[in-house]
């Protein structure tokens, strides 16, 4: 939601802005949507105790990776229809949506460089997906791998968020600079920003603080993370 605003994590100059206009807006918005719509123990629940929700049909939307449409496909088979949409746009058609991939990847220090490349090889080969497909069904193949399972009939019989998902790995494709790296920097200090952030919009959600206080916290917060680190903020 914040990306879709066009609020950053920081500037060109890898200076916080977590208390920009943009990001106090999102976080009132999602915080207020949550509390008004979403499960009572919505925080408490987390990932997992909010897709059983959904599982067991009380919960009527689940926002998540386009990854889990497979499993979410299967699992509904017996409980009822799954209907899939991309994420909901702004009034001027900004997607509330970001952009990330499950990869494999081998560690420099790693002792078995040789086997863990050819098991990656495997695992991302068109044999792994036919092997998936047989044992688990077509829905199960891991989406966004190869442009060959989007030209398999039964795939797309069995996926119907097939289109939904090569559409986004298309847009994807398309995005440059900036844009591109909305969500995530390729910095140490990132993660422990983005962990302090999330705490802070918990707090917001669990109606303890406003929006603008909480963002104006986390400004902070991030800024202490940077001169910690040796970097200027």
């Given at each position: ?46 990932f997992r105790g909010n897709l059983e929700l ?106 119907p968020f097939a289109d939904l998902a090569l ?67």
């Open positions: 939601m914040a990306r879709a605003r066009g609020a950053r994590w920081v500037d060109e100059h890898g200076r916080p802005r977590l208390n920009s206009q943009k990001w106090k807006d999102s976080v009132a918005q999602y915080a207020g949507l949550l509390r008004d719509y979403g499960p009572k123990q919505a925080l408490e629940l987390g959904f599982f067991a049909g009380r919960c009527g939307i689940w926002v998540d990776a386009s990854a889990a449409a497979g499993t979410l496909q299967q699992a509904m088979k017996e409980r009822g229809a799954l209907g899939v949409a991309p994420a909901p746009m702004t009034a001027d058609g900004r997607q509330m949506s970001w952009h990330w991939v499950w990869a494999l990847a081998v560690p420099q220090a790693s002792r078995h460089a040789a086997a863990a490349k050819r098991f990656a090889a495997w695992a991302s080969s068109r044999e792994y997906i036919e092997l998936v497909a047989r044992e688990r069904g077509w829905a199960m193949a891991p989406p966004g791998t190869r442009m060959s399972t989007y030209a398999q009939a039964q795939y797309r019989k069995a996926a559409d986004a790995v298309r847009r994807h494709a398309l995005l440059r600079g900036a844009d591109s790296d909305a969500h995530f920097i390729a910095t140490p200090e990132f993660l422990p920003i983005a962990a302090l952030t999330g705490q802070a919009v918990a707090v917001a959600v669990a109606g303890k603080m406003s929006a603008a206080t909480a963002m104006e916290l986390a400004q902070l917060r991030a800024e202490r993370v940077l001169r910690q680190s040796g970097r200027p903020p």
